[in-house]
């Protein structure tokens, strides 16, 4: 099989899980004990007012045209309007994001390499103190809930030694010319710095695990012993062969992180009120403003079904040996 | 070339458990000789070849011996002047062919690679030289940018040969190096060896448990039987003239060595366990002929022909009739003792 | 581990599985981690199933001084030794109460996950094909739905209870063990002696329920050791966000209220106390986890 349909049947691989996402989604909002806009309507409406309110939130049709509208909605991104903050959710979602994003990314990135790094050094002093103390590290890093882990850093760095604000992307009154100037200004920096830091050892522990396997596993393998004896120096071989034979794991299990990278991210956004896209699930569902709740659940699992396909294809272009079966 | 005097490795193994996978194992081997050392898996051969040039395992060390290599001692030579060595004097073709080459690079990078680490040359002279290398292997030589996987076990193995001869060494130590292939490969690759070795005049040390390859293309054999060198001398001698009952018993277990295939045997019982063995011959509870010095004693190889020796005690008493009695099936099945594992 | 059941009496089986769990200790202890992991997980199952009785005070009892004044905030004290909390209760009770909630609640979606992923796993890797083909499918999906956005979607419409929340993250994490049994049973199937089974004419629930489960059961108890860990890590975190059981007492959900109740800064032990035991808990469960692994796969460890 070749490169192409394996990457098409990936994808439609996507598509379904999407489509299976957002019917799960439909039902169990339908399902809900309390009729979702009773939440919103002030029950002192009379009854032909209700119907009206009702009419226009398109909660009076059968439940099967309301899917069709559902779906059809959902692929025009158009999941309605906000409960509380009257305005259409994809809005509010499409400038949450890039909240999430500067925040997310560069967590993601430093955790990634800074594992990456730890483990195949772990591995390179295999059997001595630094491996010892970077498996255990990465355990506790693991273990410690990042909520538990931000109130500690919290705790230390804003409210004891107040050299960095306690939440928020920015102070409220802040202003800057364009989002660009905001993103690289020092005031964000420092906001910024705290959340990343809660976040990235929890991200990091499994890159950091993994690596160290891999990379023991790979230095057993034939080609490691012919390598020594052909004369390289072990820094080479252990470079060149052992490390880039173990990268290749590390590319198939990012779904794994980028799984665990949502769980972060909507601890953290919630602890440091950061206005992002886990922060307001949390909200919308606390508040009952379900089509925010929705609009923001569908937008994770997008991301999510959307990484776990561009980590397909990425891996079918790197390993030379891929079978496609 | 090549001199092994007394060699003993140690292989550590989980707790407190050590075995000499090797002990004291002397043979030399001259220019341009073909050398093979024969024996069941587990008797201690491939780590002879890996003491030689120190790729042994975590857990294995050299505890005792000499390893001479044209006058330099390997054994105490320093990192970087066994670096050197490696390769440039002493190559290595491995017995498992399908995972020596790294996956990721293509084949003609892998040996552009070994060239690199010892020689300053431009890629002109390393893209001819593989060419060429491939050329003498018979592959064609516009696959050279291919990776492993594309490549058959057969010319895996090739390319192996071919890498090994990159930087002219002059000893080729081949572990095993036909084992993994089909009947019709194997003589492929032993007919290439032959080849090579005789127009590049570099030695070989040659591995493997299969008597057949040995007779064909080595000029002398080392037999060696649960860590010890049991019989050493020209493959002729040795072949036609077995002294030792292993190797006598080895002999008449060989279809290609005897006529009538009902007329074989197979020596009952199995290698011992190295963990426990103490001090006496290794073989002796498989052997039809061992006395009870045989258990308590180590013998040592002494010479009976001219360049012929073997290990045994009873060789003195017992001469030809070991090969004579060798030879028939009620020796090994009415006589044998101790361990006899199962009876056929 | 093979014998024919008909054949062996009830104390023989008894024999075998003391005889597995010994080992299993034995293998734990090797490291100093497996150890200390064995020590935590025992101080937690004992603070589990002591814990109420321990508590000095009733957790949700407010504590006042002789003056009748609360006791909010408190810092430690011989009287409250982690002090109190904003409503004036003592966090140490809270901490021993709370240890027996957060226990079974860790064990019991590690079960959850766990036996599903076994059964889907072995069914099909054992059937393979068509079976093999849902299943997997039905696995790829369940990958794609994020845990947590669906957990607290879901409790949030099905409502906040101890039973939804266990049962919930049990009906999504049994992917990851699913996936790996699947493997296990794949290469089990061609081996000698399911072959043997099958032309003796065993029927295939025997040789499911005799070759295939205990030959994965180590593979399985390895995952449920990881799956226990991830079912408190999650467990905990949604108790933080405000979507636990409201009428338990749980280490998460301690937090939850002392961060909402800004007592955070003011009296950290009320959220380092829970912390810590959380934190202790989840290594514990991946020290013993890991160690059991290396020693079935020496190269990872670091001896």
Avoid at chain 2, 87 to 113: C, F, H, K
Avoid at chain 2, 171 to 191: F, G, K, S, Y
Wanted: hydrophobic fraction near 45%; glycine fraction near 8%.
């Amino acid at each position: 099989m070749s490169r192409q349909s394996y990457i098409l049947r990936r994808l439609l691989q996507a598509v379904v899980a999407l489509f299976v996402v957002t019917t799960i989604m439909f039902v169990l909002f339908r399902i809900a004990p309390s009729d979702p806009a009773s939440v919103a309507l002030s029950p002192s409406l009379s009854p032909k007012l209700r119907q009206a309110k009702l009419a226009q939130f398109g909660l009076d049709k059968p439940l099967i045209v309301q899917y069709k509208l559902y779906l059809q909605n959902a692929l025009a991104l158009n999941f309605g309007q906000s409960y509380f903050y009257r305005e259409p959710v994809s809005r509010i979602l499409a400038r949450r994001m890039t909240n999430t994003f500067v925040l997310m990314a560069p967590a993601l990135l430093i955790a990634y390499s800074l594992g990456t790094v730890l483990g195949g050094w772990a591995a390179w002093r295999r059997g001595h103190t630094p491996d010892r103390a970077v498996l255990v590290a990465a355990t506790l890093f693991r273990s410690v809930p990042s909520f538990v882990l931000s109130l500690v850093l919290l705790y230390v760095f804003s409210f004891k030694l107040q050299w960095l604000p306690n939440g928020h992307m920015v102070s409220p009154t802040a202003s800057f010319s364009s989002n660009v100037q905001k993103f690289v200004s020092v005031a964000f920096l420092k906001h910024v710095l705290l959340p990343v830091v809660s976040i990235v050892p929890f991200l990091m522990a499994y890159p950091v695990l993994l690596m160290r396997t891999t990379m023991l596993e790979t230095l057993n393998e034939d080609f490691i012993t012919m390598c020594h004896a052909k004369g390289l120096t072990a820094r080479r071989v252990f470079v060149d062969h052992a490390v880039r034979n173990s990268l290749i794991p590390l590319i198939t299990t990012m779904p794994i992180i980028l799984g665990l990278s949502v769980t972060g991210n909507i601890l953290v956004e919630s602890i440091y009120s950061w206005p992002g896209i886990g922060s307001v699930l949390v909200q919308s569902l606390l508040k009952g403003d379900y089509p925010l709740s929705q609009g923001a659940f569908l937008l994770i699992a997008a991301i999510i079904i959307a990484g776990n396909f561009v980590v397909d294809v990425v891996y079918s272009m790197v390993d030379p040996r891929i079978e496609y079966n | 070339m090549l001199e092994v005097r007394d060699l003993r490795t140690r292989y550590t193994l989980g707790e407190d458990e050590e075995l000499d996978a090797v002990d004291g194992v002397s043979f030399e081997i001259g220019e341009g000789t073909v050398f093979g050392l024969v024996g069941e898996s587990g008797c201690g051969k491939s780590t002879v070849a890996k003491s030689i040039i120190r790729t042994l395992s975590r857990n294995g060390s050299v505890v005792d011996g000499e390893i001479r290599f044209k006058g330099t001692d390997l054994l105490g030579a320093s990192p970087a002047e066994l670096r050197r060595i490696r390769w440039e004097e002493i190559a290595l073709i491995s017995q498992s062919a399908m995972n020596s080459l790294d996956p990721v690079y293509t084949a003609g990078e892998q040996i552009r690679e070994a060239i690199r680490a010892h020689r300053d040359v431009d890629a002109e002279w390393m893209d001819a030289r593989v060419q060429e290398l491939f050329e003498v292997v018979g592959i064609d030589p516009g696959r050279a940018e291919d990776y492993p996987h594309q490549f058959s076990g057969g010319m895996k193995q090739r390319i192996m040969i071919a890498m090994s001869l990159v930087l002219d060494p002059d000893l080729i130590i081949a572990d095993e190096p036909t084992t993994a292939l089909d009947v019709v490969n194997q003589d492929t690759i032993l007919h290439y060896l032959e080849r090579l070795q005789e127009e590049t005049g570099a030695s070989i040390l040659l591995i493997t448990h299969d008597m057949g390859v040995v007779a064909e293309i080595c000029d002398r054999v080392g037999v060696m039987y649960g860590g010890h060198l049991v019989e050493e001398g020209p493959t002729l001698d040795v072949f036609t003239d077995p002294i030792h009952p292993y190797t006598v018993g080895l002999k008449n277990s060989f279809p290609s060595l005897r006529g009538a295939a009902d007329d074989l045997i197979t020596i009952p019982g199995s290698p011992p366990d190295l963990r426990q063995i103490g001090s006496q011959c290794r073989f002796a509870s498989r052997c039809p002929f061992a006395v009870e010095r045989c258990h308590r004693e180590e013998p040592s190889l002494a010479a009976y022909g001219p360049e012929h020796s073997a290990a045994c005690f009873r060789i003195d008493e017992l001469g030809e009739e070991i090969a004579r009695r060798g030879a028939e099936r009620r020796t090994w099945y009415d006589d044998a003792v101790d361990e006899v594992g199962e009876q056929p | 581990m093979s014998q024919d059941a008909s054949t062996s009496t009830w104390l023989d089986r008894l024999d075998v599985r003391t005889d597995a769990l010994r080992n299993a200790y034995r293998v734990v202890t090797k490291t100093r981690r497996g150890q200390f992991g064995l020590y935590g997980l025992s101080v937690v199952l004992f603070l589990a199933v002591f814990g109420p009785l321990l508590a000095p005070y009733p957790p949700l009892q407010a504590q006042v001084r002789p003056n009748g004044a609360l006791v909010s905030l408190a810092g430690p004290s011989l009287a409250y030794p982690l002090g109190t909390t904003a409503s004036g209760y003592d966090v140490l009770s809270q901490v021993l109460v709370g240890a027996r909630t957060v226990f079974v609640v860790g064990v019991i979606t590690g079960v959850v996950s766990v036996g599903i992923g076994t059964t889907v796993g072995i069914v099909a890797g054992y059937f393979g094909g068509y079976v093999d083909d849902v299943l997997m499918r039905i696995t790829d999906i369940a990958y794609g739905i994020p845990l947590l956005p669906f957990l607290v979607v879901a409790l949030t419409i099905l409502g906040r209870s101890i039973f939804a929340i266990t049962l919930l993250i049990g009906l999504l994490y049994w992917r990851n063990s699913a996936r790996v049994i699947r493997s296990s049973v794949l290469s089990l199937r061609d081996e000698e002696f399911i072959q043997k089974a099958k032309t003796v004419g065993a029927s295939e629930r025997r040789i499911l329920y005799k070759q295939v489960l205990p030959n994965v059961l180590p593979l399985s108890l390895l995952y449920f050791a990881f799956a226990m860990g991830i079912g408190v890590l999650f467990a905990s975190s949604i108790a933080f966000l405000g979507f636990g059981d409201p009428s338990r007492i749980s280490w998460g959900r301690m937090i939850f209220v002392a961060w909402t109740r800004a007592g955070t800064f003011k009296q950290p032990l009320w959220v380092i106390a829970p912390g810590a035991m959380l934190s202790v808990l989840i290594a514990s469960v991946y020290f013993v986890g890991q160690t059991y692994e290396e020693v079935a796969n020496p190269e990872l460890g670091d001896h």
